[in-house]
């Protein structure tokens, strides 16, 4: 089974651990440099993506967990997760970073004025049978994507899930619901890009 990684700084680190193993993977909470070195792949959880930023940069992860995606670690994030894979945010509060890795623009607390948080189906491309019930807390949706980045699913016309090459993200919560089918989606990648490496 392949190893998974959650970037435990802050946010909903134990779901996305307990959602991986039920993928069939073997998850483990990363909270140091060093710790990136033994995982097939990375979760970016769900939080307050300022703060994770934050964190990121005091315990000298930032520059670790760039040179890993850009290396082609596969990574998954969620909500906050989705907004730290980023290229860009169009409201970033001051001094906020992000890991970066999917071209594409994020509007934070997009769908949070009007709704705190609601649930919604998503089909979700690559994602078979019936809708993945999208849990959305103060979400975040995609403005923009680059030539490059694949939409995976869209919310009431706005873009809320996306892959780019081995490197996926969605506004919404899978983590929360019970339901395996979105980490299985992300295991397979990893699987795949180990397979490939071992060519
Ligand atoms: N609003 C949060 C942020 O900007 C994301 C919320 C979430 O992850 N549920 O980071």
Not at 51 to 65: C, N, Q, Y
Request: glycine fraction near 12%; charged fraction near 25%.
């Amino acid at each position: 089974s392949p190893v998974i990684g959650v970037l435990a700084l802050q946010g909903d680190v134990r779901e996305h651990l307990v959602a991986l193993a039920a993928a069939d993977a073997v998850a483990r909470p990363v909270r140091r440099p060093g710790a990136l070195d033994g995982v097939d792949g990375l979760v970016i959880p769900g939080g307050e993506s300022t703060t994770i930023s934050k964190l990121a940069v005091l315990f000298g992860m930032m520059e670790p967990l760039r040179a890993r995606v850009r290396a082609g670690l596969p990574v998954y994030g969620t909500c906050a997760g989705l907004i730290m894979l980023a290229d860009k945010i169009l409201d970033p509060r001051s001094g906020q970073e992000t890991i970066g890795g999917i071209d594409m623009i994020v509007r934070r607390n997009a769908f949070g004025r009007q709704n705190e948080s609601f649930e919604a189906a998503v089909d979700i491309e690559g994602v078979e049978g019936d809708p993945v019930e999208g849990v959305f807390i103060r979400a975040p949706w995609v403005e923009s994507v680059g030539a490059g980045t694949e939409v995976l699913a869209e919310h009431e016309g706005h873009i809320v899930a996306v892959r780019q090459g081995n490197a996926l993200a969605t506004s919404f919560h899978p983590e929360l619901t019970g339901d395996h089918r979105v980490h299985r989606l992300f295991t397979d990648m990893v699987r795949a890009r180990g397979a490939a490496d071992s060519l």
